[in-house]
């Protein structure tokens, strides 16, 4: 039988390490220690201890993870060029991929366009939503409603 205080040290150390990184995997393992610590005050074999660990740390990691960094994520705002997904602008020079030409005026700035498709041409003065941003150019679609 493992001592149920070695337990609550691993639980402890993984709380440490969650604490100083943040990156939502180690927290997971405190759980599972947890759980084995409790079953080692139990009684229970070594061997279901290690079973327990690795079982609960594993489907809280799979499980609750993904809601967690989702509800993590919920009150962050975008900032700076990644603000600008979403938004819609005005064409000011024809886009096209091929002839490598395009702009937009997105809040009185001039962005380069593209749009995602080769084949896709979106004419002077439409109105654009911007998809994604490549490095300096936007990634933007044709609205079918204009402003």
């Keep these: ?26 927290v997971w393992f405190a759980g599972g220690a947890l759980l084995a610590a409790i079953a080692s005050v139990a009684g229970a074999d070594i061997i279901v201890q290690w079973i327990l660990f690795l079982i609960v740390s ?29 938004k819609r602008a005005v064409v000011i020079q024809k886009i096209d991929n091929l002839s490598q030409m395009g702009q937009v ?5 001039e962005w380069m366009a593209r749009t995602e498709s080769d084949e896709e041409t979106i004419p002077e003065k439409s109105v654009v939503e911007i998809e994604a941003v490549q490095g300096v150019k936007l990634i933007v679609k044709k609205c079918k409603e204009e402003l």
């Design 58 to 86: 594993l489907i809280l990691l799979i499980f609750t993870r993904p809601l967690a960094v989702r509800y993590m994520k919920r009150g962050v705002t975008r900032t700076n060029v990644n603000s600008l997904i979403g």
């Design 1 to 26: 039988m493992m001592d149920p205080l070695l337990w609550l040290v691993i639980l402890a150390i993984f709380l440490i390490i969650e604490a100083v990184t943040v990156g939502l995997v180690t």
């Design 105 to 109: 005026r997105i809040n009185d700035i």
